[in-house]
């Protein structure tokens, strides 16, 4: 909206044309969305507190987490908002790339509203029905892979990029690219959602993660950069960065908040919609298998479910002490916080070492 803006003025003033720069507008997506979190946050969490939408806590899970019941939840619409409102403001809404990506990721975001509000609202612990969740999940991750694979213009966008080697893309055809974009998408959305359960263990990992692919987004934008280092030229991926310093911004203001005591949760409203507008991020800019490895706690939290489900119905025993991962831990007597910070350490590791493959081919 306002590069629509700039762009006219910078007809007659040369000084707008600072404006087209995608670095300078990704700094201020990220202070916007940031200042527009930390002026909101107070009031939102006080009125979720007022309209009495608190979280419950599992009976069977650590006894340290009793004390959050009836703390204000589904605050991730605040992320939400605060970065809709930042990336209208500085990106460029001629993009495509930036339309699927938002629609994506509010359309997640309304279903983990929909699940949020029935839980603490109607009192209903079940929520968003598994089937029903799963269904709007669907469409969605299913529309936005179908969009980005028939707005595709060159091989080379609908491949699978191997890192850490140069020559190795593996050819997907549209349905192969299809299907595997619905998986990243509603996999990346779910993975988040089961790792947010303790205070400030999904924002951050987020955070550092939507940071990295901002990078990738700007190489796979930039034509000289792309060839230089070897990975896809996706022209108007650039304006992805925009986006991704919007969720970089909301996230570190909404850590403000969440941070241990935690103030407020995100709620399925937040996870789901921020998991998935990583996966359609990484899609978009060919490293879905750099996601793999940057969201490695996302991966390992969703692996740990699966495991302990599958071996307690063939096995009728349980491998964790409790799923997902970190509630393990806890129960294995780390401390809330030392599970937080060293899952961050974890993300930050692996973070480094995706984007050591743009180089390391």
Not at 102 to 116: P, Y
Not at 336 to 359: P, Y
Request: glycine share 10%; net charge positive; proline share 3%.
């Amino acid at each position: 909206m306002l590069l629509w803006l700039f762009k006219h003025l910078a007809a007659d003033v040369r000084a707008f044309n600072v404006f087209d720069y995608i670095t300078l507008r990704a700094v201020l997506a990220t202070l916007t969305s940031l200042t527009i979190s930390f002026m909101v946050g107070p009031y939102v969490i006080r009125r979720l507190g007022e309209m009495k939408i608190g979280q419950s806590v599992r009976d069977d899970g650590p006894q340290s987490h009793l004390v959050k019941a009836g703390t204000p939840t589904m605050g991730g619409a605040l992320i939400l908002v605060s970065i809709a409102i930042s990336t209208f403001l500085w990106g460029d809404l001629t993009n495509h790339y930036v339309w699927v990506a938002l629609v994506t990721t509010l359309g997640f975001g309304a279903v983990g509203w929909v699940d949020d509000y029935r839980k603490v609202v109607y009192r209903n612990p079940k929520g968003l029905s598994a089937k029903a969740k799963y269904f709007w999940q669907s469409v969605f991750g299913l529309g936005a892979a179908l969009y980005i694979a028939y707005s595709t213009a060159l091989p080379a966008q609908t491949e699978l990029i191997v890192p850490f080697f140069k020559h190795i893309a593996i050819p997907l055809g549209t349905v192969g690219f299809v299907v595997l974009t619905y998986f990243v998408i509603v996999g990346s959305s779910n993975a988040v959602n089961l790792t947010d359960g303790l205070d400030g263990l999904a924002i951050m990992p987020t955070v550092m993660v939507a940071s990295a692919l901002a990078v990738f987004a700007y190489v796979a934008g930039h034509a000289v950069f792309s060839k230089y280092l070897g990975v896809p030229h996706i022209p108007g991926a650039g304006e992805l960065v925009v986006f991704c310093a919007a969720i970089v911004g909301a996230g570190l203001a909404f850590l403000w908040f969440n941070a241990y005591p935690a103030e407020v949760f995100m709620g399925d409203v937040g996870a789901l919609a921020l998991g998935a507008a990583l996966g359609v991020v990484a899609v978009i800019v060919r490293q879905e298998i750099v996601l793999f490895i940057m969201g490695g706690v996302f991966v390992v939290e969703t692996l740990s479910v699966m495991i302990q489900v599958g071996s307690f119905k063939l096995r009728g025993k349980r491998v964790f002490k409790m799923a997902p991962l970190h509630h393990h831990y806890e129960l294995k007597g780390w401390k809330e916080t030392q599970v937080v910070v060293r899952f961050w350490i974890i993300t930050m590791i692996l973070v480094l070492i995706g984007l050591s493959t743009l180089k390391i081919r």
